[in-house]
């Protein structure tokens, strides 16, 4: 089936640092999937991060950065410098394109930010 | 400024009561969501709801029912809640399909 796996379930970085979220995906069932990454701010709901719809694109937003790697089946979250405002929970998600519209997410990696 | 509102923010019942959970847009988005999140679960479709009595069953939806009878209002139904069902619900919208817009979310506890 289709599915999105995150490897870490809690990642803790220094401010300042660079961070990088792995994010795989299966879409056996969607030959051109769409790719998210959704972020939860404490006591907020989801809000989408950043979307990429096109192979070997990338997409960026707040200084994140993702690219849509086909080959690897990969869409990895990066940022050069975290701070301590992006402490959150990461979902990386993916859809189809097709009359169902669902989103299959990630378990979500929490992010803490130590000052 | 475009928002899903979800009511109540948190609710405690007790097991066999019934639930009611509601989620609005202000955006006439054609296509509502109901989903739960579980800790090491992420979150699971319960039910999507493409317009006005157009509703479809998710991945998760037994248990749970659905109304929309207005566009912009998608309610989550428990008949006779089980202590199963304690979650923290989430209602998404969206128009194109690709990107949803969520709500805060509803903590339920019930005992």
């Known amino acids: 089936g289709d599915s999105v796996t995150q490897t870490e379930g809690q990642v803790t970085v220094s401010e300042s640092k660079s961070l990088i979220i792995n994010c795989t995906y299966s879409?056996?069932?969607?030959?051109?999937?769409?790719l998210f990454w959704y972020v939860r701010y404490p006591g907020e709901g989801l809000q989408l991060l950043l979307k990429?719809?096109?192979?070997?694109q990338k997409g960026s937003s707040r200084g994140f950065e993702a690219t849509y790697n086909k080959e690897t089946t990969s869409f990895h979250l990066q940022k050069a410098s975290v701070q301590e405002s992006d402490s959150a929970v990461y979902y990386c998600?993916?859809?189809?394109?097709?009359?169902?519209?669902?989103?299959?997410f990630g378990l979500g990696t929490t992010l803490q930010v130590q000052p | 400024d475009m928002k899903v509102t979800q009511m109540p923010r948190y609710l405690i019942k007790r097991m066999g009561e019934n639930v009611l959970l509601e989620c609005g847009q202000d955006?006439?988005?054609?296509?509502m969501y109901w989903y739960r999140q579980d800790p090491g679960l992420g979150l699971q479709l319960i039910y999507i709801?493409?317009?006005?009595?157009?509703?479809s069953e998710g991945d998760i939806p037994k248990g749970y029912r659905v109304s929309r009878k207005k566009r912009e209002h998608f309610s989550l139904i428990l008949d006779s809640a089980k202590t199963n069902q304690t979650s923290v619900y989430f209602c998404?919208?969206?128009?194109?399909?690709?990107?949803?817009?969520f709500g805060p979310g509803t903590r339920l506890t019930v005992l």
């Open positions: 709801s493409y317009d006005v009595d157009s509703n």
């Open positions: 990429v719809i096109t192979a070997g």
């Open positions: 998600a993916l859809s189809d394109r097709g009359n169902t519209r669902k989103l299959i």
């Open positions: 955006m006439s988005h054609e296509t």
């Open positions: 998404a919208s969206s128009h194109t399909g690709i990107e949803q817009y």
């Open positions: 879409a056996t069932s969607i030959a051109y999937p769409n």
